[in-house]
């Protein structure tokens, strides 16, 4: 898989310290619609602990894509196809129940295909 360049001296809203590393061109594009509106965002700031072993070392966990601290909003991006989503969403209901003041909104690849039209981005997905 092909990281974007990060471009970090670019984005005006991003409040992370290290420049972000992108994991795929879409999260990419959503982090340059966050920016364009001025909405403040870090990158994979925080992972939660989903499970342990006996020893107490972390064996799952999950790290949403984005953190919108004006909003304290984590949001997760798939472009997995539909069928592919019901591990991730599996994650999110446990983080929902270990963590339940936290809050995550999942941006399904429909949601993306839908700001990628109303925008005119050209992604790859």
Not at 25 to 51: K, N, Q
Not at 70 to 85: A, I, N, P, R
Request: hydrophobic content about 35%; proline content about 8%.
């Amino acid at each position: 898989m092909q990281e974007p360049s990060p471009e970090t001296h670019r984005f005006q809203a991003y409040r992370g310290s290290a420049p972000p590393r992108f994991a795929n061109p879409v999260e990419l594009e959503c982090a340059r619609i966050l920016d364009w509106y001025g909405i403040p965002w870090d990158y994979e700031p925080t992972s939660f602990v989903l499970e342990r072993d006996a020893e107490g070392r972390v064996t799952r966990a999950f790290t949403p894509d984005f953190y919108l601290p004006e909003q304290e909003l984590y949001v997760e991006v798939t472009v997995m196809k539909q069928s592919l989503v019901t591990r991730k969403n599996r994650k999110l209901r446990e983080l929902r129940e270990l963590y339940p003041d936290v809050k995550v909104k999942l941006f399904y690849r429909r949601d993306i295909e839908h700001l990628a039209q109303r925008y005119r981005l050209r992604i790859a997905t």
